[in-house]
């Protein structure tokens, strides 16, 4: 069984539209992420939730907005995709105090 | 901020050959962690270092842990083509805040 699962694994969109991608982890773990990996490699936090309840926000955009029905979900809806959003949007989940963290296969988002 | 820095952020080597991968951080913190990701997939995690002088290793992988000289390293021992891969130290600041150093790309040559 896949531990952390994003839908879906690609995402081509143009300028302007609205998209949601999810994640569910069936790991058990409180606390799930959602980060950015630009062209560069580099990763950068979005959000943080612990047992629903958003922790971190980082400075996004907000036209981003995470959705948590339950501790095993994190959903990211993005309004108004702009080009720079393309990138891959990898979700998370960890197990606190200090658990290292389980990461879904990513999202490619392509903006056009 | 956060500053998490790594170097080198390229290394080219040859197998059978020892480096060490660098992560600096600012702000002090003793939870620090190693990821492996390799070409268009997702990070794996590799070690978890809780504590001053903590060091883990896993086959040629060797991971420690310096809190009071924000410092942590991951060795690698005897090269393999198997261990290319793009390695991401990450530091974790409140329990459930990550910043991630910015990746070194190691490229294991025969």
């Known amino acids: 069984d896949t531990a952390v699962s994003q839908t879906p694994k690609y995402l081509v969109t143009q300028m302007g539209n609205d998209k949601s991608i999810k994640c569910e982890q069936n790991l058990g773990h409180d606390t799930m992420y959602w980060y950015k990996q630009d062209s560069k490699k580099f990763l950068k936090i979005m959000f943080s939730y612990n047992n629903k309840e958003l922790i971190i926000n980082e400075t996004v955009p907000n036209r981003f907005s995470p959705k948590s029905p339950d501790k095993a979900h994190l959903n990211l809806h993005i309004n108004s995709l702009e080009l720079g959003d393309s990138a891959v949007y990898f979700c998370?989940?960890?197990?606190?105090?200090?658990?290292?963290?389980?990461f879904g296969p990513g999202t490619r988002l392509t903006v056009t | 901020e956060l500053k998490v820095e790594q170097n080198p952020l390229f290394l080219s080597m040859q197998e059978g050959k020892n480096y060490t991968i660098y992560c600096n951080y600012s702000?002090?913190?003793?939870?620090l962690y190693w990821y492996r990701q390799d070409p268009g997939k997702s990070l794996e995690s590799l070690f978890v270092?809780?504590?001053?002088?903590a060091v883990k290793q896993e086959g040629r992988l060797m991971a420690s842990l310096d809190t009071k000289a924000r410092l942590s390293t991951l060795h690698i021992t005897a090269a393999v083509h198997d261990l290319s891969a793009t390695y991401f130290c990450?530091?974790?600041?409140?329990?459930?805040?990550?910043?991630f150093g910015t990746g070194t790309s190691l490229t294991v040559i025969p």
């Open positions: 702000t002090t913190s003793d939870r």
């Open positions: 990450a530091v974790d600041l409140t329990g459930n805040q990550f910043y």
């Open positions: 998370a989940s960890s197990q606190q105090p200090a658990g290292g963290q389980y």
């Open positions: 270092l809780l504590s001053n002088g």
